[in-house]
């Protein structure tokens, strides 16, 4: 285990692959995923020549340049997740993201109370697991093989491949398709969307939820004032390559013949940071004196995200951290 003096004078121990700096042989620009046009205007560059870029034409926020294979970030080594969750896979800990899933689950069984729920990169199947402790008949979706695996010790029946490479024979059999902080990752969304309406039920809702890019303009504009610039970035795009508001998102889903019938925000995840005192990340809670100043400016922000929510007239503003919809199929909800 490294000294903390060393722990945050370095990278510190995680199992994935992200790296603080890039290089340009790392990167390749892209148009902009929803109406493809190739003119934007780079608001912001992190990790060295990674580029946030809204689009002029439609305004979409996106990551160009962004990194050849981002999915790879989570394709690290097995033995380093484990040890990351040990004491959860254990019985003896929870997880740091375990109030925030419980919350995902109460959402969507305000729409849909059981039936067969499908998460899409599933991870090491941390809400999945929530999500049968309450009934639900679980199936993950993991295309890191390291992941997989350990999703797969849970006893969950998990897809080790890619979205759009589930079985045919899944097609129209799931209540429920979660997208929990997954389709920031996508590189193409409006493909992916329509893969995952592909396994949706007739009836059944899609739960998607991502990072609020308003949030994230917020943070940098106030960082701008203090002059301090955070050495990991604060878009997180080295593994989110498209960062959406709660109008861009409902476009996405329009766009992909589906219907939303809520969106809001959800509690921020307060992020653990053991790797600041020990060097090693860990995925349990820290305990509130680590790290109080930022938890407490995260929650407060929250709370106050719904004060600016009534004064906007509804939408969801610069101080939610997330934005969450719940959708279903179009043609199922005109019939």
Same mark, same amino acid.
């Given at each position: ?6 722990? *945050? ?19 390749? !620009?892209?148009?902009?995923? @929803? ?9 912001? &560059?992190?990790?060295?020549?990674? %580029?946030? &870029?809204?689009?002029? +034409?439609?305004? $979409? ?21 484990? /040890?990351?969750?040990?004491?959860? @896979? ?21 729409? !849909? ?16 697991? =929530? +999500? *049968?402790? *309450? ?9 890191? +093989?390291?992941?997989?695996? $350990? ?10 491949? @890619? =979205? ?7 097609? %129209? ?26 396994? $949706? ?15 994230? #303009?917020?943070?940098?504009? #106030? ?7 955070? !050495? ?12 959406? &508001?709660?109008? &861009?998102?409902?476009?996405? #889903?329009? !766009?992909?013949? =589906? ?17 600041? *005192?020990?060097?090693?990340?860990? /995925? ?20 106050? +995200? ?18 969450? /919809? ?8 005109? %019939?």
């Amino acid at each position: 285990m490294r000294l903390i003096g060393e722990a *945050r004078a370095g990278d510190y121990v995680h199992g994935g692959t992200q790296r603080d700096e890039y290089s340009e042989d790392d990167v390749v !620009k892209v148009r902009c995923p @929803f109406c493809e046009s190739e003119a934007g205007r780079r608001i912001y &560059t992190e990790h060295g020549v990674i %580029g946030i &870029t809204r689009c002029t +034409a439609c305004g $979409l926020i996106y990551t160009s340049p962004r990194l050849k294979d981002p999915e790879r970030v989570y394709w690290g080594d097995s033995d380093i997740y484990y /040890a990351e969750a040990r004491l959860i @896979f254990e019985g003896r800990a929870t997880h740091h993201r375990d109030p925030n899933y419980l919350a995902e689950i109460r959402r969507i069984e305000r729409h !849909k109370r059981s039936g067969r729920f499908l998460d899409v990169g599933c991870n090491m199947g941390m809400l999945l697991r =929530l +999500a *049968r402790q *309450r009934g639900w008949d679980v199936t993950g979706v993991e295309p890191s +093989a390291s992941l997989a695996r $350990l999703a797969a010790k849970w006893g969950f029946p998990v897809f080790n491949c @890619f =979205l759009h490479e589930v079985p045919a024979d899944q097609a %129209g059999s799931f209540d429920v398709v979660a997208l929990s902080d997954v389709f920031e990752h996508i590189p193409q969304p409006v493909r992916f969307l329509s893969d995952a309406r592909r396994l $949706l039920k007739d009836d059944g809702i899609m739960y998607v939820k991502v990072p609020n890019a308003r949030w994230s #303009l917020l943070k940098q504009a #106030l960082l701008s004032l203090s002059g301090r610039r955070p !050495k990991r970035g604060l878009w997180d795009s080295y593994e989110h390559v498209v960062h959406y &508001t709660d109008e &861009t998102l409902t476009r996405m #889903l329009s !766009k992909s013949a =589906l219907s939303v019938r809520e969106i809001g925000g959800e509690p921020p995840i307060q992020t653990p940071n053991w790797h600041e *005192r020990v060097g090693q990340y860990y /995925a349990y809670p820290t305990p509130w004196f680590m790290d109080w100043r930022r938890k407490f400016v995260r929650g407060a922000c929250y709370h106050l +995200a719904s004060v600016e929510r009534m004064a906007r007239l509804g939408g969801v503003g610069f101080l939610a951290p997330n934005v969450v /919809a719940v959708a279903e199929k179009a043609a199922w909800r005109q %019939g």
